[in-house]
């Protein structure tokens, strides 16, 4: 009896959260009577008639299939309609504000079985799978779907049981709503009840509250923002500018942002050397003989032959959640013909604690159609250009950028809270750092009441571990594990490569921290993290 009255509230509650949604929520019905105004009816429209508040949908002979489209776009909103499948094999679904995103509804041409309630995405399949979907359907009787979409995050229902919670990699900010069609497939298959609630804003604010870590994908923007308890930390961004996905901005758990601007955004006394030092990256100076490091923009047109660029391709996974957030994407390392050398999956693993961020950076490189080389070459691995208050003092005359952001020659340094200073495991300091092989490193400042320290752990399992230190006092801060002849003065020298088909690992952890560490706890962390 018991069990019984468990089994009854759970189901109670199921009910009552979707319905309690909607409650909140104004519905507006998009189909009324025999009126379609609402939609954008395609041309020459042989496949959808409203007959009495009903849509009904047919295959045509040829099955060459539809979308019929709402002509209002979407952000946030709540979806829902009543389905009834007919005749045929129905293939169909609600798109999302584009193709890339589909809630099926039938059979699935692919899987050659019922998916209704799965998300499709396109090149990825059904990455979030509908539950209990053989106990909630009735195959030939009328369904209710409703849809929650808040940016990339969707819930569905289906006859008032949740049966997907899904975070999508992939999504627009805004779009209108489709009903599908599949082409070469003979259906039918009827809508009523059709409507749609717009949902505020601040749906998503609420759900960045309920995951501690959330991140949230742009694809208008190219990028991928991070927050960590509603405060935003960095994006993952893939713009066709910069010759690499790096990520950018930086920012303490107090609000100090700690990357560079320049090149991507105007400022004020900062730096203009280097254009290709953008945020956080990941690359090498010598790839079969392209240079990936030193790309940029800025490289003229008669040059760019020598120069090899990274590829955003794909998300493959966004996790948000309390403990941690994950991305998960695809690169392609190519040369200036267009030839893919290298293929690079890469896991992005953001977590927080005690006003310390944490990046853990994950990254595959896989060799594709020949031997790849790295040829021994000091502009590597992985490096961050951090702002003016995180380098060293320096006398020397250098070019920074003026009150109107423009480029000016200083001949008198003003080294006014320029007050950074490195620190490596074997308690080296300050320029001295460069060249020298360690576990970690710790690039210490303070902006204006804040202690700030930029941490980047090796790892054990690292090719060429201990990693030498790129470590300039100007504000490049980067680990090189494999250009070893330039930091040994020619005693070691590696020449790594990888033959065709064959891939090897980086493991890199990056903290911001408000606060400072003394050896121990770094020593610790880097310990821990080489066990994983």
Known sequence: MIIKKIILLSFGILIFNACAIHKSTKMEAILIGNDLSNWNVPENNIWWTLDNGILNVKSDPTKTGSTLWTKKEYQNFVFETDFLMGDGTVDSGVFLRSERQQIQIGIS????????????????????????????????????????????????????????????????????????????????????????????????????????????????????????????????????????????????????????????????????????????????????????????????????????????????????????????????????????????????????????????????????????????????MIGIRVIRALEHPSTQPEIFTDANGNPTEVKIMNNEGVNGNYINAEGIEGKDCWGKRSNWVNLRSKVGKEDISLVILDHKSNVGYPTYWHARDYGLFAANPLGQKVFSGGKNELNFNLEKGESVVFKHEIIVASKTFNKAELDTKFETFSMN
């Not at 779907?145 to 992939?170: C, P, R």
């Not at 090899?308 to 391709?313: E, L």
């Not at 948000?320 to 013909?337: A, F, H, K, Q, Y």
């Open 109 to 380: 041409g692919s899987l050659k079985k019922d998916m209704t309630g799965s998300i499709y995405i396109p090149q990825k399949a059904y990455p979030g799978k509908a539950e209990n979907m053989d106990q909630i359907l009735k195959p030939k009787e009328w369904n209710t779907m409703k849809i929650k979409a808040v940016g990339n995050l969707y819930t569905v229902w289906v006859n008032d049981q949740e049966v997907l919670n899904y975070e999508s990699a992939e999504s627009l900010s805004t779009g209108p709503i489709g009903l599908q069609l599949h082409p070469n497939t003979e259906m039918e298959i009827s809508f009523k009840n059709i409507k749609v609630g717009e949902l505020p804003l601040t749906s998503m604010k609420r759900k960045m509250k309920e995951n501690r870590i959330q991140l949230i994908p742009n694809e208008d923007e190219k990028k991928v923002d991070v927050f960590v308890e509603g405060k935003f930390f960095t994006s993952y961004i893939y713009p066709n500018t910069i010759k690499k996905p790096v990520l950018y901005p930086l920012i303490t758990p107090d609000g100090t942002k700690i990357t560079r601007n320049y090149p991507l955004e105007p400022s004020i006394g900062e730096r203009v050397d280097h254009p290709h030092h953008v945020g956080l990256w990941f690359n090498y100076g010598d790839v079969n003989g392209l240079d990936f490091w030193n790309n940029s923009d800025a490289i003229p047109e008669e040059k760019r032959a020598g120069y090899g660029t990274i590829v955003h391709r794909l998300v493959n996974g966004i996790h948000s959640g309390e403990n941690e957030g994950r991305l998960e994407v695809t690169m392609d390392w190519v040369s200036p013909i267009g030839q893919v050398l290298l293929k690079e999956n890469t896991t992005f693993v953001f977590k927080a604690q005690d006003k310390s961020y944490s990046i853990e950076r994950i990254t595959k490189l896989t060799a594709q159609n020949e031997t790849v080389y790295f040829n021994d070459n000091k502009e590597g």
